[in-house]
Every structure is written in structure tokens, then in C-alpha cells.
């Protein structure tokens, strides 16, 4: 597929230097995503065409686009080519934000679809996370999590409601959870354990999310505890991992 509208300033290659000719070539292609030269939908220049108007190797183009692909930035479909995406949101799991926060910190607009609000009897292994007797009262919600209109994410929370009284008669089609703990309750976190975990969309995820059936998910499973080590919540968050990558920051003194 040609694509006449993507400079290739040939002379921005630096072909005697350091970096790496299939990263200068992508560094390029970000910088027209990122200051709209190259928007949302646009086709991306097929591996031929990178490799001829940059003089360099099939390899040295297809390692450029097949990174561009792997950091969110565009995909590749039978028959359309390569085009470019929204990129993936990085989430820093080393911060124990809610999705409310988190979205808006990225200036999005965040917003839920209640799919379910019930409260339940504890009972198997949510009586360990949560650290309560079985039919213990449990509230469990069930969200699409949405950003600026696109859903990001499919959530279930479980939280127990022996130390949150009430708490089930909040509305959480517009409440985030977490400033409903805070504000009325008083809660403060301090840390969480947390699983990461790739698996393929369930049919009713790819329904919701409106991705691809069996697209990869990022799945992310914690419980949060309070500073007096009383579990919060038991949770997991699914996200579609074209629209999501997790990053971290692992504190270290020594190197091993
Ligand atoms: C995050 C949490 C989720 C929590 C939600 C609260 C992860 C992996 N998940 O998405 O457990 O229920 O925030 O968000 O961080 P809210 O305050 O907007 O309701």
C-alpha cells in the first residue's frame, strides 16, 4: 500500500552514529504520531517502502514497524496494512491509584457502566484475601471502565462490608470507589499484592471491550490493605493489552 503523506527526510538518518538505524527510523514515526502529522487510522509506510525511501535493510524497517506495533502505536490487519493506534496507556502498578484518579492524571475522562452490584456471602478463597468468616457480606462490582468513551477495562471488585457499613447503598454508576473509601470512611492504603497475568478475552469481554474475540488480556488480580493491615478490596482488572502495558519501577540497592 503507498503512502505519499509520511516525510522521509532521508537525511535524519544518522548512519554513522550510535543509534541503531531501525530506531532512529521509528523515533521518526512516533514524532509524526505524536504531533498529529500522523493521526489515528492513517496508514504507516509498508516495510518495502520504509526500507526504499530510508536505503536501509527489509529487516532494519520490519524491526522498526514491529516496534512501533509492540509499544501500542499502530497494528497491523490483513489487507489494510500497518496503521497507526491509539498508543497504550502505561500503567505504573507501583502506585495504588484508583481508575478514576488514573484517568483523570492523564487529563481523560473517566467513566463506568455498572454492570453489577450485589452483595454476596464470603466464602472460598475471597474469606483469605479479605480475611473474613465464610458468609461473611461481601459487595462485589462488576465495571466497564471507561476512558474519554473508549472501554479500557472490565473490573471486579470485592469488598467486605464489616468495616464499610452502608457502603452498598452508594451508587457506583458515577462513584469512584476509592474516594467513597477515603472521604466517608477514612481509609488509607498502604500496599497490595498483585498478580499479573496474560490470558486470552472471554466472549463477553469482547463484547464489552468491543475487541477482537480471544485478544490478549492483561489481567491484573490484587488485594489492597489498609495501614492497620485489614484487606480493602479483592479485585481484578482485565485490560486489553493493545490498550494497556504495565511498568514498574523495582527499588533495589543492590544489583544480584
Ligand atoms: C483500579 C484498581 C481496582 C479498583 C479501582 C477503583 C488496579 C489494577 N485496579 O482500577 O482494584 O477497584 O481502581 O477505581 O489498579 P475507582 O476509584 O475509580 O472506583
Known amino acids: 500500500m503507498e503512502n505519499n503523506d509520511v516525510q522521509s527526510?532521508?537525511?535524519?538518518?544518522?548512519?554513522?552514529?550510535?543509534?541503531?538505524?531501525?530506531?532512529?527510523?521509528?523515533?521518526?514515526?512516533?514524532?509524526?504520531?505524536q504531533t498529529g502529522k500522523l493521526l489515528v487510522g492513517d496508514c504507516l509506510p509498508s516495510e518495502y517502502e520504509l526500507a526504499r525511501s530510508y536505503q536501509v535493510s527489509r529487516m532494519t524497517a520490519r524491526q522498526a514497524l514491529h516496534?512501533?506495533?509492540?509499544?501500542g502505536y499502530a497494528l497491523s490487519q490483513?489487507?489494510?496494512?500497518?496503521?497507526?493506534?491509539r498508543p497504550?496507556?502505561?500503567?505504573?502498578?507501583m502506585y495504588l491509584r484508583g481508575f478514576t484518579e488514573d484517568m483523570k492524571q492523564r487529563g481523560m475522562m473517566p467513566s463506568s457502566r455498572l454492570l453489577a452490584q450485589t452483595v454476596?456471602?464470603?466464602?472460598?478463597?475471597?474469606?483469605e484475601q479479605l480475611r473474613v468468616e465464610e458468609g461473611s457480606a461481601i459487595l462485589q462490582l462488576r465495571r466497564l471502565r471507561i476512558?474519554?468513551?473508549?472501554p479500557m477495562a472490565l473490573e471486579e471488585s470485592n469488598i467486605p462490608l464489616k468495616h464499610y457499613p452502608g457502603l452498598e447503598r452508594t451508587d457506583f454508576t458515577s462513584e469512584s470507589l476509592y474516594k467513597v473509601l477515603r472521604n466517608k470512611y477514612g481509609v488509607r492504603a498502604a500496599w497490595a499484592d498483585e498478580?499479573?497475568?496474560?490470558?486470552?478475552?472471554?466472549?463477553?469481554?469482547s463484547e464489552l471491550l468491543s475487541i477482537p474475540k480471544n485478544?490478549?488480556?492483561?489481567?491484573?488480580?490484587?488485594?489492597?490493605?489498609?495501614?492497620?493491615e485489614i484487606p480493602i478490596e479483592a479485585a481484578c482488572s482485565r485490560y486489553y493489552g493493545n490498550r494497556y502495558r504495565a511498568s514498574i519501577r523495582v527499588p533495589t540497592t543492590t544489583i544480584e
Open 9 to 33: 527526510p532521508l537525511s535524519s538518518l544518522d548512519k554513522d552514529g550510535f543509534i541503531p538505524l531501525y530506531y532512529q527510523i521509528q523515533q521518526v514515526l512516533i514524532e509524526q504520531i
Open 67 to 71: 516496534n512501533l506495533k509492540s509499544r
Open 78 to 85: 490483513k489487507g489494510r496494512g500497518t496503521y497507526v493506534t
Open 88 to 93: 497504550k496507556l502505561e500503567k505504573n502498578i
Open 120 to 127: 454476596l456471602s464470603a466464602k472460598g478463597v475471597l474469606t
Open 147 to 150: 476512558a474519554d468513551g473508549t
Open 195 to 205: 498478580v499479573l497475568e496474560a490470558s486470552p478475552a472471554t466472549l463477553e469481554e
Open 215 to 228: 485478544a490478549i488480556m492483561l489481567s491484573i488480580s490484587r488485594v489492597i490493605m489498609r495501614t492497620d
